[in-house]
Nanobody, 123 residues
């Protein structure tokens, strides 16, 4: 059964950095657009970043532009999210997601989701 597994979360101080990784298993997601979403306490799920199948095009949520970078290595079947300049409002569970059809910022367009990894940014 295909699934996505996130790793790299943890506790970091304001201004610090973390690198999240998504390692699909059960199938290759080379031909899927990939995305990262965030669920913060008391808030709706928020789009963080997305990357096309080829990796040539990326898109970011307004709150992370200029600080986060999404990348993928199709040879290794992994997708990473480099997070710099973290802020307390960046605290939440980060989810990796995949979909085969569209390059999208909408969670409803994604068919596969990981269990999430917790990121906590202390002030």
């Amino acid at each position: 059964q295909a699934r996505l597994v996130e790793s790299g979360g943890g506790l970091v101080q304001t201004g610090g950095s973390l690198r999240l990784s998504c390692a699909p298993s059960g199938r290759t997601f080379t031909y899927f657009a990939m995305g990262w979403f965030r669920q913060s306490p008391g808030k709706e799920r928020e789009f963080v970043a997305a990357i096309t199948k080829s990796g040539r095009t990326t898109n970011y949520g307004d709150s992370v532009k200029g600080r986060f970078t999404i990348s993928r290595d199709n040879a290794k079947n992994t997708v990473d999210l480099q997070m710099n300049g973290l802020k307390p409002e960046g605290t939440g569970v980060y989810y990796c997601a995949a979909n085969e059809l569209v390059f999208s910022h909408l969670g409803g367009d994604y068919d596969y989701w990981g269990q999430g990894t917790q990121v906590t940014v202390s002030s």
